[in-house]
């Protein structure tokens, strides 16, 4: 199971960070990817981080601003999101790849968070 939390609104510039909690399987076992989907919009790979080498990939809509990381003794991964715009506005997820390395293609991942709002205002 995962559980996304941290979400919310905020205004053109500012921060969140969303965690994503896991529970009922090996963490460490899969990489995570975080992905979103605006309205009317498919599922965009975000960023995502290996399971235990720190590798790490964002797409170019978000490289500088996001951080993704990893606590793998809290079964916990994040998504540190700086210099919103609006543009990022959308339902975040959090989901999990059976495999070292991660991707950005959604349906690569195996299970689904209940995903979290993030609402940027300008």
């Known amino acids: 199971q995962l559980v996304e939390s941290g979400g919310g609104s905020v205004q053109s510039g500012g921060s969140l960070r969303l965690s994503c909690a896991a529970s009922g399987f090996t963490f460490v076992d899969y990489a995570i990817g975080w992905f979103r989907r605006a309205p009317g919009k498919g599922d965009e790979g975000v960023s995502c981080?290996?399971?235990?080498?720190?590798?790490?990939y964002y797409a170019d809509s978000v490289k500088g601003r996001f951080t993704v990381s990893r606590d793998n003794a809290k079964t916990t991964a994040y998504l540190q999101m700086n210099s919103l715009k609006p543009e990022d506005t959308a339902v975040y997820y959090c989901?999990?790849?059976?495999?070292?390395?991660?991707?950005?293609?959604?349906?690569?991942?195996?299970?689904w968070g209940q995903g979290v709002q993030v609402t940027v205002s300008s």
């Open positions: 981080i290996s399971r235990s080498n720190g590798v790490t």
């Open positions: 989901a999990t790849l059976w495999d070292e390395y991660c991707s950005l293609l959604p349906n690569q991942y195996g299970t």
